[in-house]
């Protein structure tokens, strides 16, 4: 009997709404602010989430498209094709690259011979190219990253703000039972679960976007490789066809 009585008094004691607008009612205006960080911090990668996705899939779909139509027009000697290929699939990764070799290499076409050093300027345009090429695909990413490096410590921040709220409510209400902390430490847990659920799908989302930009530039240096081959093979037969 004593023991259901003392059960029925903690019930009493730690009675707390866990409904998203009791809990947010319950918190102090610190812990306020951490939970609106938190969720524009989430806004925030769940915006760079989307936008990369849709990114990363227009460039996949149109370098699919792009990569035999280019081929074609380069075994046919045709680079002016070439280069309209390129300008029509202007969110292929690797018609950005393509295409800025292309017209580097097109630019020396009026002389009777192509150097070395015109090879080289070709190469470096290519270069150039597929460095901006990454930057722009690795654009918000690396924020992806520091949110789901610190939105845990954010969190932890509103759970060590829970805690002395807790204790301060043990202090103010001179009661040491359940009931006068079960504020507090409803609001230390919701900061940290908020924390965590902002952190960890950032994180999955940066190694897969890292992995993916790590695919795009294997293909990009590929691509680049190929093309200087392919000014290389076309110059050499410019010098046989002269002589």
Same mark, same amino acid.
């Given at each position: 009997?004593?023991?259901?009585?003392?059960?029925?008094?903690?019930?009493?004691?730690?009675?707390?709404?866990?409904?998203?607008?009791?809990?947010?009612?319950?918190?102090?205006? @610190?812990?306020?602010?951490?939970?609106?960080?938190?969720?524009?911090?989430?806004?925030?990668?769940?915006?760079?989430?989307?936008?990369?996705?849709?990114?990363?899939?227009?460039?996949?779909?149109?370098?699919?498209?792009?990569?035999?139509?280019?081929?074609?027009?380069?075994?046919?000697?045709? @680079?002016?094709?070439?280069?309209?290929?390129?300008?029509?699939?202007?969110?292929?990764?690797?018609?950005?690259?393509?295409?800025?070799?292309?017209?580097?290499?097109?630019?020396?076409?009026?002389?009777?011979?192509?150097?070395?050093?015109?090879?080289?300027?070709?190469?470096?345009?290519?270069?150039?190219?597929? =460095?901006?090429?990454?930057?722009?695909?690795?654009?918000?990413?690396?924020?992806?990253?520091?949110?789901?490096?610190?939105?845990?410590?954010?969190?932890?921040?509103?759970?060590?703000?829970?805690?002395?709220?807790?204790?301060?409510?043990?202090?103010?209400?001179?009661?040491?039972?359940?009931? =006068?902390?079960?504020?507090?430490?409803?609001?230390?847990?919701?900061?940290?679960?908020?924390?965590?659920?902002? =952190?960890?799908?950032?994180?999955?989302?940066?190694?897969?976007?890292?992995?993916?930009?790590?695919?795009?530039?294997?293909?990009?240096?590929?691509?680049?490789?190929?093309?200087?081959?392919?000014?290389?093979?076309?110059?050499?037969?410019?010098?046989?066809?002269?002589?």
């Amino acid at each position: 009997m004593h023991v259901q009585l003392w059960a029925l008094y903690l019930l009493q004691e730690t009675t707390v709404q866990w409904d998203p607008v009791h809990l947010w009612l319950q918190m102090g205006t @610190l812990a306020k602010c951490v939970v609106i960080g938190l969720f524009i911090m989430s806004a925030y990668s769940i915006g760079v989430m989307i936008d990369r996705l849709m990114a990363y899939s227009a460039a996949r779909k149109q370098s699919r498209q792009f990569a035999p139509a280019v081929a074609g027009a380069l075994r046919e000697g045709k @680079l002016d094709e070439a280069v309209k290929i390129a300008d029509r699939f202007k969110r292929s990764h690797l018609a950005k690259v393509v295409v800025a070799g292309l017209q580097e290499f097109q630019a020396h076409q009026t002389s009777s011979e192509i150097s070395g050093e015109e090879i080289e300027a070709s190469k470096r345009a290519l270069e150039r190219a597929e =460095a901006i090429v990454h930057a722009e695909l690795k654009r918000g990413v690396s924020g992806l990253a520091t949110i789901g490096s610190t939105a845990p410590f954010v969190g932890l921040f509103g759970t060590v703000v829970g805690i002395i709220n807790a204790f301060s409510s043990i202090s103010t209400e001179k009661s040491t039972g359940l009931g =006068a902390v079960a504020g507090g430490i409803s609001e230390a847990l919701v900061t940290t679960a908020i924390g965590l659920f902002v =952190a960890i799908p950032a994180v999955w989302m940066y190694n897969f976007f890292t992995n993916k930009i790590e695919a795009f530039d294997v293909e990009m240096g590929n691509s680049s490789s190929e093309l200087i081959d392919y000014f290389l093979k076309r110059s050499q037969r410019g010098v046989g066809a002269r002589k």
